[in-house]
């Protein structure tokens, strides 16, 4: 008897042997990556000092990148501690987290923000969190750098399960972002 898959062949002047035949298995494609991504939270697409392309905010969709909830905001004022006001112009307020669908690996996560609506200490408090692991705790942006100012973060957290998960969890008022 033949293993399965084998496929029986013979050689003149020799019994008939089985050559295993190999049997494809399904693999997981990982996502098409065209990052490094670098979104305009609340905002159109836009082109910073140093050339480089920030795409416009968009709402996540399976195999993609986006937000999850929230609302936009946006102001014209000047915007301190920055060359590039536009990015902080804009925001996303209320929402519950952004999620990039990419490949596993090693990540910098640079969050943005400042704080546009609030006009003082402990009137928006939130936490972050980048795949599960809680990076900014009761965050104030105000208390941190004040009104109309930048205030940046960067993290490097590594990814394992094909998605990125930035995370938002309301203390005080909603949590809000600049960019990312």
Do not use: M
Not at 23 to 43: F, I, M, Q, S, V
Not at 153 to 162: A, E
């Amino acid at each position: 008897a033949n293993p399965p898959g084998a496929t029986p062949t013979a050689t003149p002047g020799q019994p008939a042997t089985a050559t295993p035949t190999a049997t494809p298995t399904a693999t997981r494609t990982p996502p098409a990556y065209t990052g490094p991504y670098r979104l305009n939270a609340g905002g159109p697409q836009y082109v910073d000092i140093y050339s480089r392309a920030w795409l416009a905010d968009r709402p996540y969709t399976p195999g993609g990148f986006g937000y999850v909830g929230g609302q936009t905001y946006a102001v014209s004022a000047p915007i301190a501690n920055t060359e590039d006001d536009t990015l902080y112009q804009t925001e996303r307020w209320g929402l519950s987290a952004y999620k990039f669908d990419l490949p596993n690996g090693t990540c910098r996560v640079d969050l943005l923000f400042a704080e546009i609506y609030g006009w003082s200490k402990e009137q928006r408090l939130f936490d972050v969190q980048i795949e599960g692991q809680r990076v900014l705790t009761s965050l104030d942006i105000f208390a941190q750098a004040g009104r109309y100012a930048a205030y940046d973060r960067t993290f490097t957290v590594l990814v394992t399960d094909g998605s990125l998960d930035i995370d938002f969890l309301a203390r005080v008022n909603s949590p809000k972002i600049n960019a990312l």
